[in-house]
């Protein structure tokens, strides 16, 4: 039985850019529904029409075999819709149980009820395996955790219809295997979910449907049983794609990274890096596994001079660079590519040739009386967009007008 039916949806933005070209999909009750294509093929504009976010220039929905027209997200969670968003709408400084109710707060006389809180929290972080404190500090939480505050937020609204929007572009294999028996909890439970994503693999282990969407229109609804991975990713480009390539065996070469006894304590006066030494040598990738929460964010920051060193040492190509402020470490050639793309790694609110540049304001793009020059930074942001395939309408384009994945790049 359908549950949601959206036909022949159309969105184009002030600025030009077409994000969905008549588009439409179906959703059966009970089901998870993978919603697939590139960076800007238009699944998150998608899902932002269904839940309130955005306008459509076009198109009907019809939910529950009703058609509505929503002009914002309450009116959304009202008929049972909830959304996660890439972007987290938290408030860092509130705890965990805080955020969940903000808005439905339960009250006894004139007063919050702050057990009844707490209790609604642990009520359905327990029926759905969803490890968290309700008493936690948001900002004191790592991504992954953050995500299970978000869909307590959905869930504790009496959603029935869950919007993920590309959940495991920031988790780790370990947080994404959990999040997936999460999800198969709540499908069990008589949830319907849409997972956005352009990742084959998961869709193959998790979903029960596809639709697929290529430069904002729809190619085609496929059942994943009996689907394969290459058919799959032909539906998303439009050609064959080779998944698997040969490589010549590459032998590492002379250290380029070393660091020696590195402790470092965090905001909180917690040591999370406890005398740390490892060696990263050239033509190598070095993976640093573990838990989350276990200090392998801290130990990029700390490498990155972000957060401060307690003791040890740092050498970088034959340099000690423990001392160095974070401006000198990227002129040498440290780059960073933080877990959360949208609060740490991206300026949301400028354009792409701000953000492009941000990191390299440097005498080339200066006048000789100190004045950022215009041309030669779109010309150096419209060379790295080509040069990364960046969907985007031109250099001026706002960050936050781009796909997740197209920020990530």
Do not use: W
Not at 65 to 90: E, R, T
């Amino acid at each position: 039985m359908e549950l949601l039916k959206m036909d022949q949806i159309t969105k184009v933005y002030p600025n030009g850019v077409k994000a969905n070209d008549n588009i439409s999909l179906h959703v059966n009750r009970g089901e998870i529904h993978a919603l697939m294509g590139e960076n800007g093929a238009g699944k998150s504009t998608l899902m932002k029409i269904l839940f309130g976010l955005e306008d459509s220039d076009q198109g009907t929905i019809e939910y529950k075999g009703q058609v509505i027209k929503l002009s914002s997200p309450a009116q959304a969670i009202d008929l049972g819709i909830g959304m996660v968003n890439q972007h987290f709408m938290l408030v860092d400084q509130l705890n965990v149980y805080e955020n969940v109710i903000l808005g439905m707060e339960p009250h006894k006389g004139i007063f919050i009820d702050r057990d009844k809180s707490i209790a609604l929290v642990e009520e359905y972080a327990n029926k759905f395996n969803l490890k968290i404190q309700p008493k936690d500090v948001v900002e004191n939480l790592s991504v992954s955790q953050k995500q299970k505050v978000e869909l307590l937020k959905v869930l504790t609204r009496g959603s029935e219809l869950i919007i993920l929007d590309e959940p495991t572009a920031v988790l780790t294999p370990q947080e994404t295997s959990e999040l997936f028996q999460q999800l198969r909890l709540l499908k069990d439970s008589g949830y319907t979910i849409i997972f956005i994503t352009h990742k084959i693999k998961e869709v193959m282990d998790l979903c029960d449907r596809i639709t697929i969407l290529r430069k904002g229109k729809t190619v085609d609804t496929i059942d994943v049983l009996g689907a394969t991975p290459e058919q799959i990713s032909k539906l998303m480009v439009g050609r064959d794609v080779l998944l698997e390539v040969d490589k010549e065996d590459v032998s590492p070469g002379e250290v380029t990274l070393e660091v020696s006894s590195l402790s470092a304590y965090n905001d909180l006066g917690i040591k999370k890096v406890d005398d740390v030494s490892l060696q990263v040598k050239k033509n190598q990738i070095v993976g640093i596994a573990g838990v989350e929460g276990n200090g392998q964010t801290e130990l990029a920051d700390a490498l990155f001079g972000i957060l401060p060193i307690d003791r040890g040492t740092i050498h970088f190509q034959g340099q000690d660079i423990t001392g160095y402020k974070i401006a000198k470490r990227r002129q040498i050639g440290l780059g960073y590519i933080p877990e959360d793309r949208i609060d740490t790694g991206a300026a949301v609110n400028l354009s792409l040739a701000e953000n492009l540049i941000a990191d390299k304001i440097d005498k080339k793009y200066r006048s000789k009386f100190g004045f950022l020059l215009g041309g030669k930074i779109k010309e150096a942001a419209n060379q790295l967009i080509a040069d990364y395939n960046i969907v985007s309408l031109n250099s001026d384009q706002s960050m936050q007008m781009l796909s997740g994945g197209n920020m990530q790049k």
